[in-house]
């Protein structure tokens, strides 16, 4: 040490036990801080939203479009040179509605989605709402991370026990 200090190394014990914890707590980050896409749509000109995936095989997009207005709503999936135009699986002709798009990966790529509110031709739409964009994966690759936090935690306190029964006790007998 810097001061002429000395301290003794740190124990294999402990290294696992900081790592465990520290994988754990990731993991709950990583899973708490992760929300759908949220966009607002408001008067105006006509709008168009586009946002990128990156998606695996089998993995869904679940868009929700909370709409207010009669402005027509278009949604379309690009990947490579493929188009997908989606048609919501409720479909309801009123002024208040919430249209729920599905879309499955056919394969693993990025994905661009394009949500197109009023005509092509930049007419002024009389629409507002909110669109939501969220994503299910089909394989928990993420949640990976707890079982090797919890396994490193519990080897490093093992590993703590069986080194503190293993110490030499020095003691004075009379």
Not at 3 to 24: Q, R, W
Not at 98 to 103: A, I, K, V
């Amino acid at each position: 040490m810097a001061g002429g200090g000395n301290t003794e190394a740190m124990k294999v014990s402990d290294v696992f036990i900081l790592v465990g914890i520290s994988m754990l707590a990731a993991g709950f980050i990583m899973h708490a801080w992760v929300s759908p896409v949220e966009y607002e749509i408001e008067d105006g000109e006509s709008e168009i939203i586009e946002k990128s995936f990156l998606l695996m095989k089998n993995d869904k997009l679940d868009i929700i479009i909370d709409h207010e207005g009669s402005n027509p709503i278009y949604v379309t999936v690009y990947s490579g040179g493929d188009s997908y135009q989606l048609i919501p699986q409720n479909m309801q002709f009123s002024t208040d509605l919430e249209l729920q798009y599905d879309f499955t990966a056919e394969e693993s790529g990025n994905y661009m989605v394009n949500i197109r509110v009023g005509s092509n031709n930049g007419d002024n739409i009389n629409s507002s709402g909110q669109i939501i964009i969220d994503v299910q994966r089909s394989l928990m690759l993420d949640f990976i991370v707890y079982p090797i936090g919890a396994i490193m935690l519990a080897f490093g306190l093992y590993k703590r026990k069986q080194d503190q029964s293993a110490e030499v006790m020095d003691a004075e007998l009379n």
